[in-house]
């Protein structure tokens, strides 16, 4: 697993947008699914907070997973201002970061 991070982060892509940074890279092995982990830093706040951003992106993810190309492995990283968002502020923002990537069907 770590070595899949590193490929992400050595020689795959970053899209910035408002509060959240993306690193993706698609994944040719991966024929069927595209894959999505996320990074919270402990800056962020507490454990709740954390998980709380964390729920969120795996929420939106799991619900728009239909709208992105077959294969793409995922680093979302949020920002400070990510813990006071509500659902439809971190869809609005995971789609908008999506197309930006061009990582949309």
């Known amino acids: 697993m770590k070595k899949n ?19 993706w890279s698609p994944n040719p092995s991966a024929k069927s ?5 996320i990074i919270v830093s402990k800056k962020l706040g507490n454990a709740v907070v954390r998980n709380r951003i964390k729920r969120l992106i795996k929420e939106v993810f ?10 793409i492995d995922m680093i979302f990283i949020p920002t400070e201002k990510s ?21 949309t069907k």
Do not use: C, P
């Open 62 to 71: 799991r619900l728009n997973k239909n709208k992105l190309k077959i294969g």
């Open 5 to 23: 991070f590193d490929d992400i982060f050595q020689n795959g892509n970053k899209t910035v947008y408002a509060n959240l940074i993306l690193r």
């Open 33 to 37: 699914e595209s894959r999505v982990s």
């Open 83 to 103: 813990k006071i968002e509500d659902y439809k502020q971190t869809e609005n923002t995971i789609l908008k970061i999506w197309e930006k990537a061009e990582i």
